[in-house]
């Protein structure tokens, strides 16, 4: 299968722990991220998506489209929200 939105993901990506959530923003100093398939862009105002999956260091973000179009070439699995970060909360007031 070739999609434009792959280049590789599966090195990093394959059966990875995903969490549906809100979106938050990683690093201080960063405000926005982008879908790690179609770079549709995750922020908490302003971008394509406001939530989406997750990595459990909230770290690579993944939309709903391209979660469902790519679910099973990846194996994701689905971990629930405990809604605890996995670092330091930092939200844009
Ligand atoms: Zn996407």
């Known amino acids: 299968m070739t999609d434009w939105r792959l280049h590789g993901q599966e090195r990093y990506l394959r059966q990875a722990e995903l969490c549906y959530r809100t979106y938050e923003i ?15 862009k995750f922020a908490i105002q302003g971008g394509d998506f406001t939530e989406g999956y997750a ?6 973000w993944i939309c709903k489209n ?3 179009d790519f679910k099973d070439i990846f194996d994701w699995k689905i971990i629930p929200s405990d809604d605890r970060p996995a670092s330091p909360v930092i939200r844009a007031q």
């Open 55 to 60: 990595t459990a260091d909230h770290y690579r």
């Open 26 to 40: 990683y690093r201080k100093g960063w405000d926005h991220d982008h879908c790690e398939f179609c770079q549709g």
């Open 66 to 68: 391209c979660y469902m």
